[in-house]
């Protein structure tokens, strides 16, 4: 069983990373976004909890969040393992899901992968993002242009630029993300599951080195 998480900055390609390891290790990728939308719709008696702080507009509990971890990876599509997207963020998340793990599931942490792209490359990559809002098609005006500029090659419709591709934006979320990670790097640093990958290659050689890591 691999239980994974990946660590990475907005725009790293934790995303495509995340989809090949789930095509050739059959793991499941666990969102704490997903989770919270899918109780909430089910009306689950976790989801009605965290709706009354979603709808106040506050942050829902991490016990909470575990709960419904807790129930998710009880499912027999995750017997051969998952991949943490977006938790833990915070050292008491990464105690909280350790003992989850350990107490309750008798299971633990077996891989945490950090992929590592410079502040530099990041930038450009989302600000020379495009993406076709209506077939979701996604383009770089550098590295993969459309045919035609500023058009879908798919369906001919404008190309937008998300404001989560904004620099401002970008810049802020890389902070977040440095001032948060760091401890966590620490937490998971001594280990020894903790690897850093350089990300700043080929998406396939950067998933060479990643299937080495977990065998």
Do not use: W
């Not at 660590?7 to 095509?23: E, N, V, W």
């Not at 599509?77 to 998340?93: E, L, N, S």
């Not at 599931?105 to 020379?128: F, H, P, Y």
């Not at 890389?174 to 850093?196: P, Q, R």
């Amino acid at each position: 069983m691999i239980n994974m998480i990946f660590l990475g900055p907005p725009g790293a390609g934790k995303g495509t990373q995340s989809a090949y390891i789930i095509r050739d290790y059959g793991l499941v990728q666990i969102s704490t976004g997903d989770l919270l939308r899918q109780a909430v719709k089910d009306q689950t008696p976790l989801g009605k909890e965290a709706k009354v702080y979603m709808d106040a507009g506050q942050l829902v509990p991490d016990s909470l969040i575990i709960g419904l971890m807790k129930d998710r990876l009880a499912s027999p599509d995750c017997a051969k393992g998952v991949i943490f997207d977006g938790f833990p963020r915070t050292i008491a998340q990464a105690e909280a899901l350790d003992a989850m793990l350990k107490n309750d599931l008798k299971t633990e942490i077996t891989q945490i992968i950090s992929l590592n792209v410079a502040d530099e490359l990041l930038v450009e990559r989302a600000v020379g993002r495009r993406s076709c809002p209506k077939d979701g098609k996604v383009y770089h005006i550098k590295y993969n242009p459309p045919k035609v500029g500023g058009v879908c090659d798919l369906c001919g419709t404008t190309l937008a630029h998300r404001d989560d591709d904004r620099e401002d934006t970008i810049k802020n979320r890389l902070k977040v993300y440095h001032e948060t990670t760091s401890l966590l790097k620490g937490y998971y640093g001594n280990s020894g599951k903790f690897t850093e990958v350089d990300g700043e290659g080929n998406p396939d050689d950067v998933y060479v080195k990643i299937k080495r890591i977990l065998g």
